[in-house]
């Protein structure tokens, strides 16, 4: 990476939106990736990085805009991390969304969907039920800040409301911030994540050193005051508990499947309840569920699409790589009665052929696998009984890599695919597919 010329600012056109959210422009004859800039804007831009292949730089000045720039809502725009399209109108974030998908499709699975679905959306504010907050003392400021990440990572932006989160905590980031500014062993908190469920919402205080006495009551009296439950980590995951000692009711229902799941304080639970909601509902309708199909659900999670398909199918079987969400799930089936569906622990990046599950007959499967995709996974499975799959991503290259996979390894033919808002004014490409046997 090269030093550009202190202030070198150059005109540049931008002719397409990169997967990161930020413009691009060709510049004699090289790429170069603008922050702040939309398609078809012409800016001044002000080169930040150089590099072999491409250049970075970011727009400080918009001399033509794109009909489609609107005014960001948060003041924070351009600083915090969290947000990086807010600038681009909601319709217009969609579009250039299933653009990425498209072109992923296109560039690394060598396919393309037969038709398109319409894109799943909800409201773009106030969504986020789960977040990681960092936390830092920086003397210099006198302070203690609270929030995301900046967009150069190693500073924390200094946040005193955020619009994406549930209100529940977007409106209470100042006093969040005054509580921290208070506490003794505020510099030994690196972080805070929150959890909402329906009926709690949960702030986890990761912290390094014992806290004093005193910051306990401080916590308690805040959380109190708004509508908190208060739990501690003062190690790994298994040493979160409550600051008061009192089981917390963290669960979310699925009222179209009579359907409740609890979860713990620190589980993955789609960060987006409104889209959870249509998504699941997406996949169903997708997959087809019938009173005589038997169902593999990998990466199964705490059951989030497995009961409600057991809800439809004669039988279910999750398989997901993390014991305590296994637990959650088998314990989500007894409590809400669903008799139908089995889960297992299993790797999911390793061997599964010798897996009694792997090796059972099934009519349909449902992956919803991390960011890495279920490549392993597609070297073994699926089964020659399997003639219909949805594949539900967070990450549209891992996705369009599996679905080449699928087409090309296992005589599937891609049907359909299309985008879910789950992240709105941030770059993250929520998906789902639908492949189908000749």
Request: aromatic share 6%.
């Amino acid at each position: 990476m090269k030093k550009p010329p202190r202030d070198m600012v150059f005109e540049a056109a931008i002719d397409d939106l990169s997967h990161d959210g930020r413009g691009v422009a060709h510049v004699d004859g090289k790429t170069v990736f603008v922050s702040d800039a939309l398609p078809g804007e012409r800016v001044r831009a002000k080169l930040l990085r150089r590099h072999r292949n491409f250049d970075e730089a970011h727009a400080g000045e918009i001399l033509a805009a794109s009909p489609d720039r609107v005014t960001p809502r948060c003041p924070h725009f351009g600083t915090c991390g969290g947000c990086v399209l807010q600038h681009l109108a909601p319709v217009a974030q969609i579009a250039a969304k299933q653009n990425v998908l498209a072109q992923n499709f296109a560039r690394i699975g060598h396919v393309e969907p037969a038709r398109w679905l319409a894109p799943l959306t909800a409201g773009t504010w106030g969504y986020r039920r789960r977040a990681r907050l960092s936390v830092r003392l920086v003397p210099k400021k006198g302070k203690t800040l609270v929030g995301f990440r900046e967009r150069d990572p190693r500073f924390v932006a200094d946040l005193v409301h955020c619009d994406v989160l549930d209100p529940a905590l977007g409106d209470k980031l100042d006093a969040l911030g005054a509580l921290l500014n208070d506490m003794q062993g505020a510099a030994s908190i690196p972080q805070i994540e929150f959890s909402a469920g329906d009926a709690a919402r949960v702030l986890v205080f990761r912290h390094l050193a014992p806290l004093p006495d005193d910051d306990k009551r401080k916590l308690a009296a805040f959380g109190r005051a708004h509508g908190f439950a208060i739990l501690l980590q003062p190690g790994g995951t298994d040493s979160v508990h409550p600051l008061d000692g009192q089981a917390v009711d963290l669960h979310y229902a699925l009222p179209d499947f009579g359907l409740k799941l609890a979860f713990a304080p620190l589980d993955f639970v789609q960060v987006n309840a409104r889209i959870n909601q249509k998504m699941i509902e997406h996949a169903l309708a997708l997959l087809q569920p019938g009173p005589g199909d038997r169902v593999l659900d990998l990466f199964c999670g705490l059951g989030n699409f497995s009961l409600p398909i057991a809800r439809r199918a004669a039988h279910v079987c999750g398989v997901e790589g993390d014991t305590g969400l296994v637990e959650r799930a088998r314990a989500n089936a007894v409590a809400n009665g669903v008799g139908n569906a089995e889960f297992h622990v299993g790797d999911l990046t390793g061997d599964v052929r010798g897996s009694t599950w792997a090796r059972a007959d099934w009519n349909s499967m449902l992956l919803d696998p991390p960011r890495s995709g279920a490549d392993a996974l597609l070297k073994q499975l699926p089964g020659k009984s399997v003639r219909r799959v949805v594949y539900v991503s967070c990450h549209p290259a891992s996705l369009a890599r599996d679905a080449g996979t699928l087409v090309r390894e296992h005589g599937f033919r891609l049907e359909a695919a299309g985008v879910m808002d789950m992240f709105p004014h941030t770059a993250h490409v929520e998906s789902i597919a639908l492949l189908e046997r000749g």
